[in-house]
Each structure stands twice: as C-alpha cells, then as structure tokens.
C-alpha cells in the first residue's frame, strides 16, 4: 500500500487568498509530481520533481507554485485563488529514474474557490 | 489534442460476465502503458501494465492486451464483481518524455449485482 498524504482533503475558500496543498510521501520516491483533474476529465500534469531543489512545469499551464525542499514533502501553493483554480488537485510519487514504476497517488485535494 | 482517448465514458456489466474498457492512443512513441481504478474520493490505483514490446499481460482476473498497428489497448476483467465499480483510467508514457503519464478521461465502469 502506498503511502502519501496529501491535506486538506476538502477546501472552500473565497478569492484572493493565498492557498497552500500539502502532500507528503514516506516512501522515499525521488519523483513526485502534480496532477489537476476536473470532473470527467482526463489528469493533466502540472508540476513534477525528480528531487530536492528540482521542479519543473507540467504539460498544463498552471499559476500555481512548488517547493521541494525536502524529499517527502512537495507542496503546491496558489498565492491569489480566483474560481478558475477550482479543481481537484492529486498528487502523486514514483521511484527510480529509468525503470518503468508505477506512478502512486495521495486521495486529493477538492479545491472550490468562491 | 487528447493523446490518449477512452470513447465510453461509462460501461454497465453484469456480475460474472466480462468487461472490456478500450482506449486508443495517437502518438506512436509510447511505449509503456498502464491501467489505474479510481473509487470516488480516493486517488487513483495502480492496476496493471504493459510494455509495448509485449501483447498481452494477465494479473489474476484482470489482462490487457495492446494492439501497436491499432494504436489500441483494452482491459479485460473476468469475471467481473461489484467491487469492481469504479472509474478506469488508462495511461501511456514514454522513454523521450522522462517517463511522464498522459492519462485518458477515464470509463466509468458499473457492475450490476
């Protein structure tokens, strides 16, 4: 059973605020990544980390921001929420760096913004 | 453009019989494709993969199959259980794109008692 968590797993909160997604791994996978799914649609890629001090952007644009400070924790802050960030944000974690390893994912963050 | 594509986006079966959730993808350079189930308010789970240098791969009632000339993969569950109620979702990646998922918009799948 994977193990990566990721809080809150439910937030309403009003425009312009700062928001902050927590998701934490204990696996020690060097890869985690950011997913954005909106209902009935396919997850797109957002950001991904192939380790500490390593971030890149997904395939989706996104005005949301990561860190990657520590290997378990990769967070995924939005500085200034406005509706269109309302979503369901998953985060998920992989190990090695050649080897075709599944990808495991935390339970996710539904985000609405009012 | 959607890369990879699940045209149903539902599938009703009954108990026991079989279910088979297609997908077609269009970039010739995956090579690495997987299956994940996604419950309602959970993430998604890893189900089962195939490289592209096989056909077919079998997990106890679960099997897919890939069809490269087609461009096509399918999921085989038999036989099917309610338990097996859930939203599938079907992903290719490849070596060029530092092993990165492109994911379909998922089937969901409903088996009837």
């Known amino acids: 059973e994977a193990d990566i968590y990721q809080t809150p797993r439910y937030l309403v909160i009003g425009t312009g605020k700062k928001i902050t997604l927590e998701c934490s791994q204990t696996m020690g996978h060097d890869k985690m990544y950011w997913y954005q799914q909106d209902p009935g649609m396919e997850l797109h890629l957002i950001h991904y980390?192939?380790?500490?001090?390593?971030?890149e952007k997904g395939d989706l644009s996104s005005e949301s921001t990561v860190s990657r400070i520590r290997t378990e924790h990769f967070p995924l802050t939005l500085e200034s929420a406005r509706p269109s960030h309302t979503s369901q944000y998953l985060c998920?974690?992989?190990?090695?760096?050649?080897?075709?390893?599944?990808?495991?994912f935390g339970d996710g963050t539904r985000l609405s913004i009012l | 453009d959607q890369q990879v594509k699940q045209n149903s986006p539902s599938l009703s079966v009954q108990e026991g019989r079989i279910s088979i959730l297609n997908c077609d993808y269009t970039n010739s350079m995956f090579d690495y494709f997987l299956w994940y189930k996604k419950y309602p308010a959970e993430g998604p789970t890893f189900l089962i993969s195939i490289s592209s240098i096989k056909d077919k791969n079998e997990d106890g009632r679960f099997t897919v199959f890939l069809n490269k000339s087609a461009k096509h993969l399918s999921l085989h569950i038999v036989p099917s259980q309610p338990g097996d109620s859930a939203v599938y979702f079907c992903?290719?990646?490849?070596?060029?794109?530092?092993?990165?998922?492109?994911f379909g918009s998922g089937t969901q799948l409903t088996v009837l008692p």
């Open positions: 992903a290719a990646t490849s070596s060029g794109s530092a092993r990165q998922l492109t």
């Open positions: 980390s192939y380790g500490v001090n390593s971030t």
């Open positions: 998920a974690s992989s190990e090695g760096s050649y080897s075709n390893q599944p990808q495991h």
